[in-house]
């Protein structure tokens, strides 16, 4: 079956620190890959999404960067966290060409 | 540009009654709508997908429609328990593409003893 890990689980981190979110996903080959990040009471907002190894597309101008370097891996990366960068991430992943998505536990961070 | 408007109200309903959540949309109708459950702290569970040529979907004690004249989606969980208390989310793809979801913002439902 398939599963989806993300790392760390909860993260605090200054302002102006370096970030990277880790992603992977088990047990199916050459999925769809997609950054969510959610604010307090907010909802689900699309960051990027990846249809293959290094195909990136982004979906809101951000501090925030994203890569694939391998068919079931994906990592959120900041130079720079703002304050604004807190919130709660989530990945998620899906069959190309079926519509339902399946999400990871999520990242909890803190930029203070 | 489009919207997805669910009621920001979370809603209290009794054990056993049914729980009725509402999913309003704008302008472009998509192929498909989607519902999912979230619990404080977790990422989303998918529940159920229901087509624009699907009136109605069941699945266990939970029931989806699909109006596409007014642009909305109902989600019902009957005989409910305190177990399906969460945050319910519908989503949409309004590009056809199958890439990119559209979430609301989501409504909270509790259900008491």
């Known amino acids: 079956s398939q599963t989806i890990h993300q790392w760390p689980a909860t993260l605090v981190q200054p302002v102006g620190s370096p970030l990277s979110l880790e992603c992977t996903v088990e047990g199916t080959s050459n999925p769809n890959l997609y950054w969510y990040r959610q604010a307090a009471g907010r909802g689900l907002q699309l960051l990027f999404y990846?249809?293959?190894?290094?195909?990136i597309s982004s979906e809101v101008p951000q501090n925030l960067s994203a890569s694939r370097p391998q068919d079931r891996q994906f990592i959120l990366s900041s130079k720079k966290l703002l304050l604004s960068d807190s919130g709660f991430y989530l990945c998620?992943?899906?069959?190309?060409?079926?519509?339902?998505?399946?999400f990871g536990p999520g990242t909890r961070l803190l930029v203070l | 540009s489009q919207k997805i408007e669910q009621n920001s109200e979370a809603l209290n309903i009794q054990e056993g009654k049914t729980a009725t959540l509402t999913c309003n949309y704008t302008n472009y109708s998509p192929a498909y709508l989607q519902w999912y459950r979230q619990d404080p702290g977790r990422g989303p569970v998918f529940l159920l997908l229901i087509r624009e040529n699907e009136k109605e979907k069941r699945k266990e004690r939970l029931k989806v429609t699909f109006d596409t004249t007014l642009k909305q989606s109902l989600f019902h969980i009957t005989a409910s328990q305190p177990a399906d208390s969460a945050t319910y989310l519908c989503?949409?793809?309004?590009?056809?593409?199958?890439?990119?979801?559209?979430f609301g913002t989501g409504t909270q439902l509790k259900v008491e003893l």
């Open positions: 998620a992943w899906s069959v190309p060409g079926k519509e339902t998505q399946y």
């Open positions: 990846s249809v293959g190894i290094g195909q």
């Open positions: 989503a949409l793809d309004f590009t056809g593409g199958g890439n990119k979801l559209t």
